[in-house]
């Protein structure tokens, strides 16, 4: 799918897009160029150190920042495929800093298309979050606006071959500020802050977060929402599975933070498919498909009427057991409780 291709990644140095190269290198070993796109030199210098020239003269590395888009629209010179990783993702951090979150978050969405559009990509797919499903917090608002720009981009895409979708999931294990390398830091000190006693969260691998935008590559015609079929996790247990013995202090939930995530609304079912391992949000606005098309190509069936998706109604849980093998798997080889 991806030899003899261009492919560029916005915000490449994150945690998602070092998953997502090391994935192309050894799936796809005739890629013809791979560009990490991002504004950080000193990961881009860690990148290179792991990828030398002399041995991955595919790889290019481009310091810039999706809210310019003349830099982006240079770098996409070329490009078959966009993956826009690039956010700002933190939602306290977004809370205290809304206008740079809207910058980076929805102009920034809006300079990839336009990019995208001014340069012959042939398919974009962009990462979302279950915090854009019925948002409470800015940070899922603007995300909630990106994955709308990134659907309504296929109205106006006219005679050009390209499409644009969205790949939305939850929380990824040992990303960039997720829960359980912090409270496996914070072992040491014998107590677990947590946030509120009830609370859920879904849970996914970086490589299934990987998956899941290769299916989307390999199989959208522009303008879905691609959902995949995750566990949940309760926050207590991850605690008991990193350290039994800590004590557990309610801290409180932090400004815009929910109880539990959402994915599917029961609203959203209305327009959702179901395709085996994933779910599909269909765009509410196409000129170019109908439903009908969406679930023949993908050889899907509706979900029922009221259907919705939420990590603390889920149907399928992590263990604390299943926890503790996944952080050995996915975390930290060397874990022991």
Known sequence: MLNNKTVLITGGTGSFGKKFIETILDRYPEVKKIIIYSRDELKQSIIKQKYPHFDFPQLRFFIGDVRDKERLTQACEGVDVIIHAAAIKQVDTAEYNPTECIRTNIDGAE?????????????????STDKACAPINLYGATKLASDKLFAAANNIRGSK????????????????????PFFMDRRKDGVLPITHKEM??????????????MFALDNHLGGEIFIPKIPSYKI???????????????VGIRPGEKLHEEMITDTDSLNTIDLGPYYAIL????YTYQQEDFMKHHKAKKVPFGFKYNSGTNDEWETVESLRQLIVDHVDPDFKV
């Open 111 to 127: 300079n990839v298309i336009h990019a995208a559009l001014a340069c012959g990509v042939h398919d974009v797919v962009a990462l």
């Open 161 to 180: 071959d390209i499409r644009f979708s969205v790949v939305r999931y939850g929380n990824v294990m040992g990303s960039r500020g997720s829960v359980i």
């Open 200 to 213: 859920t969260r879904f849970n996914i691998s970086l490589q299934d977060g990987v998956n899941l935008v």
């Open 236 to 250: 207590l247990d991850i605690a008991t599975a990193v350290c039994p013995t800590c004590e557990t202090k309610d």
């Open 283 to 286: 765009p509410s606005v196409s």
